[in-house]
């Protein structure tokens, strides 16, 4: 197949091309661009163009020596393990002679005399002293997923039962129908249901893998097992050396969606929004994504911390991560792929995710409404998200009243305008302000007689707009989104 030389330089060195002189001879560092691109996703090297994208041109008469030393040196097991073969292919470029050689996204990790090479960007990096680094690169050359590691010693007996529980409930408020399969079944069934429990093929026990264990374990178990499982949630606006507000989270997945939804909800704005006639939560529309794919996709051997950072004008996520490509996911031609198979399917029955790919979809379409920008999605080493966000000074008006988002619904929008300044309205604003909030302070606050209050909190219950968490002393309100 013909290769476009000057479409090639163009796009300058990167992750997967590579410019080298090489006039009259092959130089050694032609072999290590090899050697990293084999150990990444394979690349393109041009031969006869410098580091600038200046094509200068192999000599014609060094071409032919050109490719015997190059095909010599890749089958010679003592020089490249294991070894491989390609073609060095000869081109005319502006009168002058420019090799291209195209390397393989190899399945095998591979060693330049008995050093392992790894592509960064536009460089080729001796990792061979980095343990993890190489740890990193043959857990990419490994076809299996992480969360499918099995641990014998480990059973249903060191899950709380009340985990188990918990799970089967949510995922019985998700069905369509009336009974969830995991209604009827016992607990170490549902487990394998849900294929977080397998057989060790040394030992014949039937156990629980690392995506059972992370789904449903105590911060105990799982540190026992995987000691750098850690989400770090930061609010770092004002105080931007350290942090203004963190949640430290090491807990199992679901209990980690629960912590970063909060945190949201903590420091994040909530604008009334109209989809059609029905009011939805945007925010929530939006981070219930963002969280679940931090949590869902990221590579659980790397021990980079996973993050959620809340900063000015933006929420940034990132977690290790096992490419399947590099640079920017275009929302409108991107392919999804599942990381974490069991994962993504288990948060999906109990209800924490959609469908696979719905994410950069929902996050495309939801994002622009809630802020006026565009996320934008980094596929590489370290997924990187970022979600603009409104200012904070501006996410909410003085008088608290919500800001009301949405270009085709103008005049339901003028209706719950005029609308907010309700009883009910200023109930719901200030049980989200202040859920411990008392029937007392609410008089008080909104100005209107007890028994006003409280018919109005009842009404508002029998709406399944609110409900009452815990008693009536030492409870809280919450309002349902």
Request: hydrophobic share 35%.
């Amino acid at each position: 197949m013909a290769v476009d030389i000057k479409k090639l330089i163009a796009k300058g060195e990167g992750i997967d091309i590579e410019f080298k002189e090489c006039r009259n001879k092959l130089t050694k560092d032609v072999y290590q661009t090899v050697c990293s691109f084999l150990n990444r996703i394979g690349g393109q090297i041009l031969l006869g163009v410098s580091d600038s994208g200046e094509v200068v041109g192999v000599e014609p008469s060094a071409v032919a020596q050109i490719k015997k030393d190059f095909v010599t040196v890749i089958n010679n097991p003592q020089k490249l393990s294991p070894t491989f073969y390609t073609n060095v292919e000869e081109y005319e470029y502006n009168g002058m002679t420019v090799l291209h050689i195209l390397i393989p996204n190899s399945s095998q990790a591979h060693r330049l005399n008995g050093c392992f090479y790894d592509r960064n960007e536009d460089a080729d990096i001796d990792i061979t002293d980095s343990t993890m680094l190489v740890a990193e690169l043959f857990n990419r050359k490994n076809n299996t997923h992480t969360e499918i590691r099995l641990f014998p010693h480990l059973t249903i007996d060191d899950i709380d039962s009340r985990m188990i529980d918990r799970i089967r409930r949510m995922a019985h408020f998700q069905g369509s129908d009336s009974e969830h399969l995991w209604d009827s079944l016992s607990n170490l069934d549902l487990l394998k249901s849900a294929n977080l429990y397998g057989k060790d093929p040394n030992t014949q026990r039937e156990c629980l893998n690392l995506a059972g264990i992370l789904l449903l374990g105590s911060e105990q178990l799982i540190a026992s097992v995987l000691p750098h499982h850690k989400t770090d949630a930061i609010l770092r606006v004002d105080n931007l050396d350290r942090y203004d507000d963190r949640d430290d989270i090491r807990v199992n997945l679901v209990d980690s969606y629960d912590r970063l939804m909060a945190f949201i909800k903590k420091h994040l704005s909530d604008p009334f929004y109209l989809e059609g006639t029905r009011r939805i939560s945007i925010r929530n529309k939006i981070f219930r994504e963002v969280c679940s794919n931090i949590l869902m996709h990221r590579e659980f051997s790397n021990a980079f911390p996973a993050k959620l950072i809340i900063e000015a004008g933006q929420v940034r996520t990132e977690n290790a991560n096992r490419p399947h490509g590099y640079g920017e996911i275009d929302p409108c031609s991107f392919s999804p792929f599942q990381k974490n198979p069991i994962i993504s399917k288990f948060f999906h029955v109990i209800g924490l995710a959609d469908e696979l790919g719905s994410g950069i979809k929902n996050l495309s379409n939801y994002v622009p409404v809630y802020s006026g920008g565009k996320p934008q999605f980094m596929e590489k080493d370290i997924f990187t998200l970022i979600v603009p966000i409104p200012d904070f000074k501006s996410a909410t008006s003085t008088d608290n009243t919500p800001i009301i988002k949405g270009e085709d619904v103008n005049e339901a929008v003028n209706e719950v305008v005029n609308e907010a300044v309700n009883r009910q309205t200023k109930i719901l604003l200030a049980l989200k302000e202040n859920p411990k909030i008392t029937i007392k302070q609410l008089v008080e606050k909104i100005g209107v007689a007890k028994s006003t209050v409280e018919r109005e909190i009842k009404s508002m219950k029998n709406k399944g707009l609110i409900k009452r968490m815990g008693s009536d002393k030492t409870g809280y309100w919450e309002v349902v989104e």
